[in-house]
């Protein structure tokens, strides 16, 4: 049974930072490119960040670019994610997940195979 729990998400004020966390467990981890996405209030669900199987190349989309940083451990079959410099708009439930596409990095929810149930993050103005 494949199983994606998301860890580290709380409230903190706007400036400050959080690591998520991600601890996967029923695939063979280090062969899957993983993501992280999120989903606001109101909003529908935002790309994040994603790293490809071996952690060689990371791919960010623009409203976190420079504070934001995805990273593996595939010994831990662990992905992390590393917030820094949060703000207000950055208040949403984060979500990790895992894709068959090993080599690519991997942008749209669509080529996700796995998911997990989310952890909250909100950042107090």
């Known amino acids: 049974q494949v199983q994606l729990v998301e860890s580290g998400g709380g409230l903190v004020q706007a400036g400050g930072s959080l690591r998520l966390s991600c601890a996967v467990s029923?695939?063979?981890?280090?062969?899957?490119?993983m993501g992280w996405f999120r989903q606001g209030p109101g909003k529908e669900r935002e790309f994040i960040a994603t790293i490809t199987s071996s952690g060689a190349t990371t791919s960010y989309a623009n409203s976190v670019k420079g504070r934001f940083t995805i990273s593996r451990d595939n010994a831990k079959n662990t992905v992390y994610l590393q917030m820094n410099s949060l703000k207000a708009e950055d208040t949403a439930v984060y979500s990790c997940a895992a894709s068959r596409l090993s080599f690519s990095t991997v942008t749209s929810p669509t080529y996700y195979d796995y998911w997990g149930q989310g952890t909250q993050v909100t950042v107090s103005s």
């Open positions: 029923g695939l063979n981890f280090r062969t899957f490119t």
